[in-house]
């Protein structure tokens, strides 16, 4: 059992730039993929962004890459979201998850944290 809590979110200009982090509790979250997905309103969830259990090996969605990035750090648990030159189509509830692999599906889900691009 996972347990995500997503801090961060905000109101920014487009151009702008805000970092998000998802602390998680629970066991062996070094052994999980984590990653973000997003929700506009009106929208599906999406995908933003993934990373390996080790950090070595990062993916992102064609409309993020090259202006957001992942990371993570095993030994506090957590799991950070850079995002640089927002625009307002970024605007959306981001979601922090853990599964144990991309392919997989599911796993566990943060409350999410609300992120605002005004123009």
């Known amino acids: 059992q996972v347990q995500l809590v997503e801090s961060g979110g905000g109101l920014v200009q487009a151009g702008g730039s805000l970092s998000l982090s998802c602390a998680a509790s629970g066991r062996a979250f070094s052994s999980y993929v984590m990653g973000w997905y997003r929700q506009a309103p009106g929208k599906e969830r999406e995908f933003v962004a993934a990373l390996s259990w080790s950090g070595g090996t990062t993916y992102y969605a064609d409309s993020v890459a090259g202006r957001f990035t992942i990371s993570r750090d095993n030994v506090k648990n957590t799991v950070y979201l850079q995002m640089n030159s927002l625009k307002p189509e970024d605007t959306a509830i981001y979601y922090c998850?853990?599964?144990?692999?991309?392919?997989?599906?599911?796993?566990?889900w943060g409350q999410g944290t609300q992120v605002t691009v005004s123009s």
């Open positions: 998850n853990a599964r144990l692999a991309l392919s997989a599906g599911g796993g566990y």
